[in-house]
């Protein structure tokens, strides 16, 4: 069979060379023997570093199907099954519906059919543990009905590893490494780009730069913890296990290393998986594609195939097999711009090696990957600013100073430097330049792309909330404000009365959330705003100011944009320092 590659290395070569690739890793097993693995181009193109079959490359999504089979594992040991409500079995995990708790299941989440959309920038950089990136599941809004179209959920992967540990009482990474890669034999494969670095024989993130072909390293992917979604970083050598595993349904040198009904459950028909290239080449390589858990199945050139594809910035990744025919291959690519490469290699192996003769795959990808890079330039180099001509910021800068949240992506942080704003999202930080009114861009900078941010102001005229186009969505940062110490609420406790007669109580809870209390009226939560003020959420126009004399509390101002009243403290009426548990607060 080998034979039948026939001119293969000279065909990469040149591919190598025409696309400009700076390296590309390919390996073929056939049954559980593997008949080829070698490196094309380096591994580091700047010090000419050979690829080779051990060099360890991350291999991104393709990390799902671990992470299903996994779970799979937990399914043969009675802990769950993959068609019941996930809930039943993982209570704490809430979705951002009632409807949706009641009917998402593990398969659901692994077959990306809760029509919920990717919220990627959750993971961006993330600094979030697989707890917090759990519990940010509730604040991702569907956007599809339930099951009616598959949308690529990274977040659904982490969720599940986190219910892996949950369930097992392990680390997703150690689960992994002692229910999967131990037992398949592939001792080379780690869990995070800190562990490939930490290896000398590690892939290096080259790419051409946008605007010419010049090859640069960029920054390596912000993955240094465990991602159940993509992180694991392996080798030509240990992969090419993998795939004779899989081939084998479970099977290793006659030993049975994963259950077969696991690997079958992952094969199941899910939902269409489009090819949204397809009408842009005018020809469609594969068809059928359709998802199962953690890969997807298809028809290449009458010949069912299973695969998954891996991509992160610079690195790119294609793991597939025909079951029937019981040939796999394994493809790493280093390179953005020739990342469609991952999946043509394959193409071609196939194509030469089942007598199919060679499609023209290949040309139609360089030629599209071509006219994009050009149509990109083109329309850089057209952008004209539509900013609207002299106007200024609404406020000083440094009122658009502080700490801004949104409940899925976590906190945004504005700074004032040398006269200019700058702002922080996790390990991205770039000035701010006025554009116009209250928006401020960023550079379109070529690593961390083009930021764009609104500042928008409440119905008192302060600056309060933040806006950025995030995941193909306005999601809204609001402002974090700088909370009084415990020491300093407690002192704000107690009653206050009007003139005219009426009271309220203001108490402390026991996490510190001060509340107020109208005589038989629910409890309403006092937020802070600066210093001693305080607001509502269901009052945004409402501002309550506590007055201190002589370093103690004396009043409650609390005024609207119509009228403004003092409440005195009245002392000894009620304890300072009053506690509550936490309670429900009133909607």
């Not at 919220?119 to 600094?127: F, G, K, Q, T, V």
């Not at 946008?210 to 960029?218: G, I, V």
């Not at 700490?403 to 504005?414: D, M, N, Q, T, V």
């Not at 609420?489 to 009271?503: H, I, P, S, V």
Request: hydrophobic share 40%.
């Amino acid at each position: 069979m080998l034979s039948d590659l026939g001119d293969f290395d000279d065909y990469i070569n040149a591919q190598v060379h025409q696309w400009n690739a700076p390296g590309i890793g390919v390996s073929i097993v056939k049954d559980e023997e593997v008949i080829f693995t070698r490196g094309y181009g380096y591994r580091d193109h700047a010090n000419r570093l050979p690829f080779l079959s051990s060099t360890l490359f991350p291999i991104a999504s393709n990390t799902k199907l671990f992470t299903a089979i996994a779970a799979g594992i937990l399914v043969e040991k009675g802990a769950l099954t993959f068609d019941q409500p996930i809930r039943d079995v993982v209570p704490s995990l809430r979705f951002y519906d009632k409807s949706l708790d009641a009917a998402v299941t593990l398969r659901d989440m692994l077959g990306h059919r809760t029509g919920v959309p990717r919220y990627d920038m959750i993971l961006h950089r993330a600094e979030f543990s697989k707890k917090e990136l759990f519990d940010r599941i509730r604040f991702m809004k569907p956007v599809a009905p339930f099951r009616t179209k598959l949308i690529y959920n990274n977040m659904m992967y982490e969720a599940v590893g986190h219910i892996i540990e949950l369930l097992s009482g392990k680390s997703w990474d150690q689960f992994i490494r002692d229910e999967v890669l131990t037992p398949v034999g592939m001792p080379q494969t780690a869990f995070t780009i800190a562990d490939m670095l930490a290896h000398p024989n590690h892939a290096v993130p080259f790419t051409e730069r946008r605007d010419s072909e010049a090859l640069w390293q960029t920054p390596y992917p912000e993955l240094n913890w465990s991602s159940p979604a993509g992180s694991i970083v392996s080798s030509l050598d240990d992969m090419s296990r993998w795939v004779a595993m899989l081939m084998n349904n479970g099977m290793m040198a006659g030993k049975k290393v994963i259950p077969e009904q696991i690997l079958r459950a992952t094969l199941a028909p899910g939902l269409a998986f489009p090819d949204p290239l397809a009408d842009v080449l005018g020809f469609q390589p594969e068809i059928n594609s359709i998802y199962g858990m953690g890969r997807q199945t298809s028809s290449y050139r009458g010949h069912l195939l299973t695969s998954h594809g891996g991509d992160l910035r610079a690195f790119h990744s294609q793991v597939s097999y025909l079951p029937r025919e019981k040939l796999g291959v394994v493809v790493f690519v280093i390179g953005d711009h020739c990342s469609m490469l991952r999946n043509a290699v394959g193409y071609n192996v196939y194509d030469r090696l089942l007598g199919l003769g060679e499609s023209s795959s290949m040309e139609a990808l360089r030629e599209f990957h071509s006219k994009a890079k050009q149509n990109m330039r083109e329309s850089r180099e057209r952008v004209k600013p539509s900013a609207i001509p002299n106007t200024r910021p609404s406020h000083d800068l440094a009122d658009y100073v502080g700490r801004y949240e949104h409940p899925a992506y976590g906190k945004l942080y504005i700074s004032l430097k040398d006269s200019e704003l700058e702002f922080r999202f996790r390990q991205t930080k770039l000035p701010l330049h006025h554009y116009h009114y209250d928006r401020f861009d960023t550079d379109d900078d070529e690593a961390e792309g083009a930021w764009s941010m609104s500042f928008l102001t409440s119905p008192l005229g302060d600056i309060d909330r933040v806006s950025l186009w995030l995941d193909a969505t306005d999601a809204v940062f609001v402002r974090i404000p700088d909370a009084p110490s415990p020491s300093v609420l407690r002192q704000l406790t107690g009653t206050y009365q009007a003139a005219f007669g009426a009271k309220c109580t203001i108490k402390l809870r026991r996490d510190n959330q001060l509340m107020l209390h109208f005589p038989e009226a629910p409890a309403e939560v006092l937020t802070p705003f600066k210093e001693l003020q305080f607001r509502n959420p269901k009052w945004p126009q409402r501002t309550f100011e506590f007055v201190m004399e002589d370093g103690r509390v004396s009043a409650l101002r609390h005024w609207n944009s119509v009228a403004e009243f003092v409440l005195t403290r009245v002392e000894n009426a009620e304890s300072a320092d009053t506690m509550e548990d936490e309670e429900p607060i009133a909607d």
